[in-house]
């Protein structure tokens, strides 16, 4: 079965984001992984070259949506680059995504230093 890693990217993280998947093309490529992405950062990563199945953007509940998968064991890994530096008018749908992986015991890693380790380890 084909492992499915979501992607997530608050605005002032895309930029990491697209530069973490192009670092790990390979490794995404040759593990023939499915990218699951939140509706803008799955634009972004469609643009960047990538296949990737987009849900709803987060603030309208693509981080639910994601966390749902999560919670009924379709995802294998959660890479959430969050900005701690701005604000969010859909933080509880945040925690909730976080709390589930914790609950599930999925993965998640919330920078790219993070997230290296995870997809090195796949
Ligand atoms: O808000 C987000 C995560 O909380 C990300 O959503 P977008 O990828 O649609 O910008």
Redesign the pocket.
Known sequence: MKKKIAI????GK?AEMVQFLNENREILQSKAIHLI????????TETAGFEVEKL????IG??AQIAAKVAEGQIQMVI?F?DPMDK?P?EP??FM?MRICDVHNIPLATNPATAKLLIQGI
């Not at 997530?8 to 605005?11: F, L, P, R, T």
Request: without cysteine.
């Open positions: 997530i990217a608050h605005n895309k992405a939140t509706g803008t950062t799955g634009a972004k709803l953007s987060g603030p693509g981080d959430f969050r969010h859909h749908d945040i995504l």
